[in-house]
């Protein structure tokens, strides 16, 4: 049988959907990965990023300090965690994840708030609004949508990358991949890579629906039954 009839007989076996070695278990072990790990990062960059933004000032340092974690692989601090007295599982595994999440959600906050259009910034503060009430009302609004695609480009680098938490004993769907190697079983390894490319797929495509969701621009001109790229004719 050809590695993609595997899959298919992989996929099809009921079996193979329960129970603690199960697809729907190993998801879910992922999907909590991928939460607590984006949760915690967006808990710490995204204060950060916007005070920053906010004020102007430290900006470029914390963009420069975070980007550190694109530049060592995600695998490398896995490994060094798992030497030290932090251990092995889930815990070294949702430490590099937030240090991996970190860049994309300070990045986005900071830039966000900071390319607001300056003369929006001026009219606030013309109508006598104060630092709070200009970032409430005007900065975070107009900033959200890059501040959302921070979110989803975090979110979505997350759960692919969460496949390694299965290198150091933690679970998630790389299990189904690093037992399928090990047992020389492709449509098991075929159906962690398939499982872990959809939900990346489908991650991708609600957080985008957020995304547009949120942006003020687009519902002034949905309101307004103005489309981007509509002719209109006299």
């Known amino acids: 049988m050809s590695a993609w009839g595997q899959l298919v007989d992989y996929l099809t076996t009921t079996a193979n959907w329960t129970g603690q070695a199960g697809i729907l278990h190993r998801l879910e072990q992922h999907a909590a990965l991928t939460g607590v790990s984006v949760a915690i990062a967006a808990a710490v960059a995204l204060p950060l990023g916007l005070a920053l933004g906010h004020h102007g000032r430290g900006g470029n340092l914390a963009i420069n300090i975070t980007n550190v ?50 003369e929006a910034r001026d009219a606030a503060r013309g109508m006598g609004m104060s630092g709070w009430q200009l970032f409430r009302r005007v900065e975070l609004p107009l900033g959200m949508p890059l501040i959302m695609a921070g979110i989803r ?39 962690g890579a398939v499982v872990v490319a959809l939900l990346a797929v489908v991650v991708e495509s609600g ?19 103005f489309e981007p790229g509509a002719v209109t004719t006299s």
Do not use: C, K, M, W
């Not at 694109?70 to 030497?83: D, E, G, K, S």
């Not at 680098?157 to 047992?183: F, P």
């Open 69 to 118: 974690g694109r530049a060592i692989p995600t695998f490398a601090v896995l490994t060094l965690l798992t030497l030290s007295p932090v251990g092995i599982g889930n815990t070294s595994t949702v430490i590099a994840l937030i240090l991996f999440a970190l860049p994309p959600l300070v990045t986005n906050s900071y830039i966000g708030v900071r390319e607001v259009d300056p």
């Open 153 to 191: 480009i975090a979110t979505v680098q997350v759960v692919a990358t969460a496949t390694i938490a299965a290198l150091v004993g933690a679970g998630g769907l790389g299990r189904l991949i690093t037992d399928g190697l090990s047992s020389h079983n492709q449509g098991e390894l075929l159906s």
């Open 207 to 225: 957080l985008a629906l957020v995304q547009r969701r949120v942006d003020p621009v687009r519902r002034l001109r949905a309101g307004a039954g």
